[in-house]
């Protein structure tokens, strides 16, 4: 169950297909050189493959435990995570004047794959931190990025989202938890929420909530929620931790994977109400956390990532090794690995190219982001903004669809053996599967989709992003070669069929037919993703090919992008085409069954 990162493909994706070299010229951005995001992604790699992935299985198999009101982490966690913060790698994309690094986005994407596939469970801490990060340096006031900032940034503090209840799952708008003004500037929150992603643990000395809450006088559903910090120990002075806040971790969700990730149910205010400090302006709580929210977002579609690449390896391995059947071109010989079989062959490079086109679109997104917040032009920044609003739900919902998909291709692979615990082929399996569900399930992002980012603007950013992979397709018109063809007329014909539906969807939705837009969300984000990701393994295949004609290039691994890109050409986005129909239809029948006839 060894983990090698793929440093070489994401020094490619990073310098051949996303435009690193772009987002370095940004201001603030010239650290992003090449030659330190090599060192980087080297050094990141090391530690993943080496001090991370070995605590995986540890994790799965011990879990985190509840122990008289205290969450222990399992063996090796705690020493890992101090390495981890020690080397400042929680501290990658974040304001130096608050002791950050002051790196892209970018690059933090890359790097943040390499520890969710080594150790999911492990990465969930350091992912809803930087959220938390991200969400206080936007919103926090002075004095309170002054009494945070740093501390979270180091990683020396952690941060957690504290978002659902047990009567409102994601509708937020149903939350109960109770502030009540204190009169010294500071509320008593009272209530108690469920899931939280290390809520309560022994890695650090504090740990910060992010607490969405309701006023007693608030206006009711989502325009009456406020958001507040309530650390788990109150800072003093001196900026350590103080007293002990009125909070408790009341239990432990027993779950089916990242079994090494505590998941808690936290009780705030049994003694009379938790201190917190409001953030920002009262009843705009959601407003603030969509902050977190969208990082998180983003950071879930990593995952999707990392998974199916640890998935992917593992089968990729256990084919290499395992000898079962004779070759179909050599039926008197010897039994062969079953690499050599042809179906095999299939699922492992159906995993592969899925999972290179996801991680392509996730960097991508990651640029987006950067042009966002730091390029010169505001026109600019605008369009990478809304570019980066049409990505979130894509990247989020396809790259974890697509990380269940290649999990359980990678326990097919393994045939009997990856039905059994001890080859940890099933643990990919069983840790994806969260992927899909939390940070919002999926079919709320195939909604998002829809309704927020297609229909709000009547496709006005949809297809501005649609016109821009179209630009690949005729860049590809004069290209040399059979492989680079069938690439172009793939992608060609998946972007006929992606205009179709951003056209349907918007007429639905200006026709008043809502449902019916809602029943071919989830195909209509299917389609985006295959789409898109066949566009980033296009503009992978042309710049191998660019590579190839240079003296000293590396062959193998440049003809594997061009294989693996026309794969998922011929056999990915080829049927693509065809969600099209699924799309319209499904407003005939996904309502037509009646609720009692089920």
């Known amino acids: 169950m060894t983990y090698t990162a793929p440093v070489d493909d994401l020094r490619f994706v990073l310098n051949e297909v996303v435009g690193l070299d772009a987002v370095a010229a940004l201001p603030n951005c010239d650290g992003a050189a090449p030659d330190l995001v090599d060192a980087i992604l080297e050094e990141a790699g090391k530690f993943a493959s080496g001090v991370l992935a070995p605590l995986n299985r540890t994790g799965d198999k011990e879990g985190a435990r509840l122990e008289n009101g205290v969450v222990r982490t399992a063996t090796g966690w705690k020493e890992a995570y101090g390495q981890f913060t020690e080397a400042g790698w929680n501290s990658l994309p974040f304001d130096p004047e608050f002791g950050g690094q002051g790196l892209p986005w970018t690059v ?60 409102a799952g994601s509708d937020l708008a149903a939350v109960r938890t109770r502030a009540v003004r204190a009169g010294d500037g500071s509320y008593r929150i009272t209530g108690q929420k469920i899931f939280i992603t290390y809520g309560e643990h022994d890695l650090t000395e504090n740990i910060v909530h992010l607490v969405l809450a309701r006023l007693p006088d608030a206006p009711p559903g989502i325009k009456g929620i406020s958001l507040f910090i309530v650390p788990k120990f109150l800072p003093d002075a001196d900026g350590r931790p103080g007293a002990r806040n009125d909070l408790r971790c009341a239990s432990l969700e ?156 990678g326990v097919q692979v393994h045939g009997g053996m990856g039905f059994i615990e001890e080859t940890g082929a099933a643990q990919h399996y069983r840790d994806a599967r969260i992927t899909p569900i939390y940070e919002g399930t999926n079919g ?66 200006a026709e ?9 969300g989830v195909a209509y984000l299917k389609l985006w993703g295959t789409v898109a990701g066949g566009w980033m393994l296009a503009r992978s295949a042309a710049r191998a090919m660019d590579g190839l004609r240079q003296p000293g290039a590396n062959a193998a691994f440049l003809e594997a992008k061009l294989i693996v890109a026309r794969f998922y050409a011929e056999q990915v986005l080829a049927p693509a085409p065809a969600l099209l129909p699924t799309i319209a239809s499904a407003r005939n029948t996904v309502m037509a069954l009646g609720e009692e006839q089920f």
């Not at 931190?129 to 740093?150: C, F, I, M, N, P």
């Not at 992979?469 to 004069?478: C, F, G, Y």
């Not at 070669?481 to 998946?494: E, F, H, Q, S």
């Open 108 to 167: 933090a994407f890359a790097v943040n794959e390499m520890w969710q596939a080594s150790n999911l469970s492990f990465g969930l801490c350091p992912l809803l931190t930087q959220g938390a990060v991200d969400l206080l340096t936007e919103h926090a006031s002075d004095e309170q990025k002054a009494a945070y900032l740093s501390k979270m940034i180091s990683g020396e503090w952690t941060g957690t989202m504290n978002l659902t209840e047990p009567q």
């Open 444 to 509: 709320i992002h195939a909604n998002d989709l829809t309704f927020r980012k297609t229909g709000r603007d009547k496709g006005a950013a949809a297809r501005a992003f649609i016109a821009d992979m179209r630009a690949t397709v005729h860049a590809l018109e004069q290209a040399p070669g059979d492989d680079l063809a069938v690439i172009r007329t793939g992608l060609a014909a998946g972007l006929d069929a992606l205009d179709k539906a951003v056209d349907w969807m918007v007429a639905a939705q």
């Open 512 to 520: 008043g037919d809502l449902r019916g837009a809602a029943a071919g």
């Open 254 to 409: 027993h779950k089916l994977g990242i079994h090494g990730s505590p998941t808690a149910v936290m009780a705030f205010g049994d003694d009379g109400g938790a201190i917190g400090y409001l953030v920002g302006e009262e009843n705009r709580g959601i407003e603030y956390m969509f902050t977190m929210m969208n990082n998180a977002r983003l950071g879930v579609g990593i995952q999707g990532v990392a998974i199916a690449d640890r998935a992917y390896q593992q089968a990729r391995d256990y084919a290499r090794s395992r000898v079962q059947s004779k070759d179909l071109a050599d039926p008197k010989g010897s039994g062969v690995a079953i690499i050599r079989h042809p179906d095999v062959r299939r699922m492992l490079l159906d995993m592969r190219a899925k999972t290179e086109a996801a991680r392509a679109l996730a960097l991508y997104a990651g640029t987006q982001l950067d042009m966002s917040r730091h390029h010169e032009d505001p026109a600019v920044r605008a369009a990478a903004a809304a570019r980066v609003d049409v990505l979130t739900p894509i990247v989020k919902a396809w790259s974890t669809d697509i990380g269940c998909e290649v999990a359980s291709t």
